[in-house]
């Protein structure tokens, strides 16, 4: 693994391109061409470069998995404070089960989603394997944020879409951490292969 002083490559065998994204995340790609990088950039021991960087992963993934976390604690919170003051019929939404229910699911998916993220964290700050923990929080948080968003969304109806409401950025940028950095698919196949011993899949 190199470190490398980007103000020095690009140019002389960097080349960056943005990629403009629907999201609020700089994202690029990198074309390396006959980059020379000295030695002594070098991180750790040579030919471990690979599995320091699938350790720093596990770091990733409880990283994105709280960004989850925290998507669904507000789609939550303002699917419930909405759902409590809209009135309709006479009655407030919330008291009708088809808004109710969904929003409760969504808590409950909230609420397993970061004991699986703690879980892993403590043992990742504790320097133990938590390459099982790391992937499956980053799973269920990111579903539990998904079903949290699409919750608030019926909740608010017609204004889910509304910038005022400031519900479809966020439905937006959840979204997101269903296929980055690391595919629902991914972690499904990592949990097939390693953890349940399964043949390897792709």
């Not at 990629?19 to 471990?48: A, C, S, W, Y």
């Not at 919750?151 to 966020?170: H, L, N, P, S």
């Not at 940028?173 to 499904?188: E, F, G, Y």
């Amino acid at each position: 693994m190199l470190l490398v002083d980007m103000t020095k490559a690009v140019g002389n065998g960097l080349t960056i391109r943005r990629i403009d994204t629907m999201v609020n995340h700089q994202t690029n790609e990198l074309f390396i061409e006959n980059l020379r990088v000295p030695v002594e950039n070098r991180i750790g021991e040579e030919g471990n470069g690979l599995r320091y960087i699938l350790d720093g992963m596990n770091a990733e993934r409880i990283l994105t998995a709280s960004e989850s976390l925290g998507d669904a604690r507000y789609f939550i919170r303002r699917a419930s404070e909405y759902a409590g003051e809209r009135v309709v019929f006479g009655r407030p939404i919330g008291a009708n089960q088809g808004i109710q229910f969904p929003i409760a699911r969504a808590y409950a998916e909230w609420k397993a989603a970061d004991m699986t993220t703690r879980a892993a964290t403590a043992l990742f700050e504790a320097g133990r394997p938590c390459g099982e923990e790391a992937n499956i929080s980053k799973l269920l948080s990111s579903e539990a944020a998904w079903h949290a968003a699409e919750a608030c969304m019926q909740t608010f109806g017609g204004f889910a879409v509304a910038r005022e409401y400031d519900i479809e950025r966020k439905w937006r940028d959840c979204r997101l951490q269903r296929i980055a950095p690391i595919s629902t698919n991914l972690i499904l196949a990592y949990v097939g292969q390693h953890v349940l011993k399964m043949p390897r899949s792709y």
